[in-house]
């Protein structure tokens, strides 16, 4: 449940209430033997932090009942859930249509404010590793909407931090993707899949590849059960950027950059995260 008291912070910058923090993970594998999605849940309600984004391998066995079961009662109710869905959660028909029960749409948008949110799906069938046909038509109109931050989030990365564990599969389709993204002036574009975590940017784009918190560990893959091994990321909009944190299990900071409209990330000085309550605010458009 989310903490009720609000804590305050000595802040050096505004910050903006009616932007709710958010938390950004991935892969968390729920069934898996390691997985440690109970404590990560226990982790983002100690922030109160209620909208969740998750870049997908949500449970461990595709189409398993069981295993969703088990993530939704660990979610909790309160929370605001966008998934974009990867292999582990879709894989065949059976498992395609257990997905559809919890997440009608396969693919979305929502928006807060001046930024709009775009959950894509690159497990479609006859589409894996691809963003195509009807999907990228209705990708292309909605990034051509006006707003000032455009995040995408997707499961298999442009740039994978392991050789063809991602869109580079098909080099053609992906250069493609990011060119759209090029322009249209897209910000954020965050995956998963690949178990380990990466930031990069490519023509004024920030690309990052989320750690994963269950599953193996690459590239050796190892299977751990250390808490530190696992990422997550806290996402805060500060004054006119959004401050992303990657944090471990313990709250160690791994990582800390921004996102500044019509400008290239800046690393930032070791500010503290707000843990301030976060109105759940996010609404859907589709």
Known sequence: MPMSHERSLPLPFPIQDEYPVFAIISDTHVGARNSVYPALIRVIDALNIETIIHTGDVINKPGSLLQWKRFFEATGSEKILHVAPGNHDIRFKVSREVYRRFF?????????????????????????????????????TELARSFRFKFVFLHEPLFPALPFHGLNVFRKARNKLHRLFVENRVNLVVAGHNHIYRRSERDAVTYVVTGNTGGKLFPFGLVSKHGNSFRYIVATRIDGHYLLEVRDMEGNVTDRFSVVPGKPHSPLSAWPVPRHKSPALLHLDH
């Not at 693919?107 to 691809?130: A, H």
């Open 104 to 140: 009608p749409s396969h693919y979305y948008s929502f928006s807060k404010g001046d930024t709009l949110f775009v959950m894509l799906n690159t497990v479609l069938p006859r589409q894996r590793s691809r963003i195509t046909g009807r999907q990228l038509e209705w990708l292309r």
